[in-house]
């Protein structure tokens, strides 16, 4: 019998992904059309997927690789995060980041992400105001965020890791804003501006002849004798490999249903800011800030040379196992966005935003990640349970290992991990969980 996998869902992401937006136009996109053959097929050129392709052409330079994405680069969910690229234990299911499991392995696997993405920068000349070893703080407004962040400080000084406690002064001097009680800086945060890093990314993997195809949805996949043929509107591709870096659309295609918590959270970018809003503002030209509660509110501000002077804010969840957020909800969250900037900058209140926009990120109950061989020749780096700079970079570069029988640490840590757990049925499943969501967000309202 012929095996065939089809796309149930496409991505449908309210909303610009502003972080391309503000960078300077992209050439016009390669679609795939007609028929061609590759080594391998790598669908989703997010981070997962081009770290997945550029993984391969260090296995094997002479390998022909196709890249597939639905949208046009820097669109979909890798222009549309925060920007964040943590090296340590960052559990957003907990209560301050710390992690259940061995919290020194993952430091150690985040920190090689941080590495090959390092070196990419290099090789691939990338624009390292788009790589910035910055560093963040854990933001606290409230006396329970001071003591998760005391919590959280006494996690790491038992890991031996270097941190700083900052008090309500230094807060406002790097912020401009003094709704912060405190804050823990920790070092090893790369702070990216996502879409100039993963465009830089496609840039230099086309220069060394990895083919990357946009708006060429996969509308499935089939085995066809010894080889898969993989079919999007206009073309289909022969191959011998699939490397699946699509995060919660792994479901799409029939895989891990119903344990997967499709999830979209939201953000909003000023306009770029004159000099009398820098001025009313102050504070330092680039930070970034995370909540100190896991459902909190994300801050980050960049300069003229990451896309303008900005500030972004990035808070609210909303569970939709369909995929399909309807545009009241991100009417919602824009409003609530509003009034956190308000709160933050009354220098600035009532500045309306330029951008909003929502992401698509993906859980398991268990904050398991899915890199494995799925069906022979088949294999998958997704669901990075909302850490998906580097989760997604070290999924992709494992699952591109185990398409070649690399054996590595990362190959070794997510190949012992059990599978995703069962999710309750619907509709307990969506409405349980959005209103535990809410309930959160109300708790963590502060911060």
């Known amino acids: 019998m012929t095996s065939t996998w089809p796309a149930k869902t496409l991505p449908d992401l309210p909303g610009p992904a502003a972080w391309n937006r503000i960078l300077a136009d992209q050439p016009a996109p390669q679609t795939l059309a007609g028929s061609t053959t590759a080594d391998v097929v790598v669908i989703g050129a997010g981070f997962a997927g081009l770290s997945a392709a550029r993984r391969l052409t260090q296995i094997d330079p002479a390998l022909k690789i196709a890249v597939l994405d639905a949208c046009r680069i820097a669109e979909s969910s890798a222009g549309r995060n925060s920007g964040f690229m943590i090296d340590l234990p960052h559990e957003l299911n907990s209560e301050d980041y710390a992690g259940a499991g061995d919290d020194q392995a993952i430091t150690s696997l985040n920190r090689q992400a941080i590495a090959f993405a390092g070196e990419a920068v290099e090789d691939y000349g990338i624009n390292p105001n788009f790589f910035d070893r910055a560093g963040k703080i854990n933001g606290a407004a409230s006396a329970k965020a001071v003591q998760h962040n005391e919590s959280y400080a006494t996690h790491l000084q038992g890991l031996g890791e270097a941190f700083d406690m900052l008090d309500a002064a230094q807060m406002t001097e790097i912020t401009g804003s003094r709704h912060y009680l405190s804050g823990l800086y920790t070092p090893g945060t790369v702070m990216l501006q996502p879409a100039g890093y993963v465009r830089g ?22 085995r066809q004798g010894g080889a898969w043929k993989v079919v999007t509107p206009e073309g289909d591709i022969a191959t011998q490999k699939i490397i699946l870096t699509v995060n919660g659309h792994l479901e799409s295609f029939g895989f891990e249903r119903d344990r997967l918590m499709q999830l979209f959270l939201f953000a909003v970018m000023t306009p770029e800011l004159d000099a009398d809003a820098v001025s009313r503002l102050g504070g330092s030209p680039r930070w970034g800030v995370t909540p100190s509660d896991p459902m909190g509110t994300t801050m980050r501000r960049i300069d003229t040379d990451q896309g303008g002077n900005r500030i972004v804010t990035r808070t609210c969840a909303l569970l939709k196992p369909n995929m399909r957020p309807e545009p009241k909800s991100l009417e919602r969250a824009a409003g609530v966005m509003q009034q956190k900037f308000d709160q933050r900058f009354p220098q600035l209140a009532g500045m309306q935003m330029e ?8 859980l398991s109950l268990n904050s398991v990640a899915v890199m494995r061989e799925l069906e022979d020749g088949v294999f998958s780096g997704c669901v990075q349970n909302g850490l998906g700079t580097a989760r997604g970079t070290l999924t992709g570069i494992g699952a591109a290992d185990l398409a070649f029988g690399v054996s590595s640490e990362i190959t070794r840590h997510f190949g012992t991990e059990a599978s995703p757990t069962k999710l309750p049925p619907q509709p307990f499943r969506e409405i349980g969980a959005n209103m535990v969501l809410r309930w959160k967000e109300w708790r963590a309202a502060a911060e």
């Open 201 to 222: 990314l496609v840039d230099g993997l086309r220069r060394v002849g990895v083919r990357i195809f946009e708006h060429s949805p996969v509308h499935r996949f089939l």
């Open 355 to 362: 951008y909003r926009w929502a992401g698509h990120l993906c």
